[in-house]
């Protein structure tokens, strides 16, 4: 592996949860975050994990990146903004489906691509960097096109880079933005980890294989199309599978699902397994997270089902 191991781009905010009778509980989760937490608890401590993103310089921010240290990750060369905080967000559940409420207009780490020479060597030679469609859509359209530019001068430099679209419509001025900052980011992407849902919302396609050619055409060789419970559909080196999920009958909080597949997923092909036995182990990977609450998953729960694959 490349001496900067893995980085993972965007926003993490405090995250809470559990609110009956008014106890609520704070952590800290944002999608390219808990992505990385699985990677972290999947990967060897010797390979180094960082979360590039901007913070505040408020107490909370300070807990924050205490947090992230105390469990393995670094922030790299991420900047402190003087007046700025981490963003907030309540999940409430219904029965194991969830709903969210958030405060992030003011958050520090939309200002994370800011200082493009920060950027730069928060991604230097990295074996993978990660990011997503949250993370484009907390930016205005000039940071956008800088952090695109970042991705693909690492692309360009040997490091790998995935992307999950994860499109939020309530993030975004209208589909048409959304689309236009996609297509750009699949354009430096070597690996996509979509949902289904997501892509027929905001493109119209009419089913996982369409998702599939069309990322194919955009010059994308490693396309993974997550359909919930459905079966995943993977495209590599030009060929095509279908790998069933894992079932689970009775889950308990579906938060962070998503994200732990791509953990999983991403760890898992670092380590060297073919993409279809990443996607295997990815499954289990996120049929355990949905069996606990919160978006982030206990490191050995994650790792029992990793290493049970």
Known sequence: MAKGGIASVGECMLELSGGKDGNWQMGHAGDTFNTLWAIRALTPSSISADYVSAFGDDPFSVQQKDFFSAHGIGIAASPTIVGRNPGLYAITLDGAERSFTYWRSESAARLLADDPVALAKSLESRELVYFSGITLAILDEAARATLVTALGNARKNGSRVAFDPNYRPRLWASPKDARSAFDHALSVSDITLPTFPDEALLYGDADPHATTLRMQQAGVAEIVVKDGSEPTLLLFDGGQSEIPAQKVAEPVDTTGAGDSFNGA??????????????????????????????????????RQAFGDS
């Open 265 to 302: 997923y991403l760890a898992a092909r670092l380590s060297g397994d073919g993409p279809e036995a990443a996607v295997k182990r990815a499954h289990k990977v996120a049929a355990a997270v949905i069996q606990v609450y919160g978006a982030l998953a206990p490191f050995d729960v994650l």
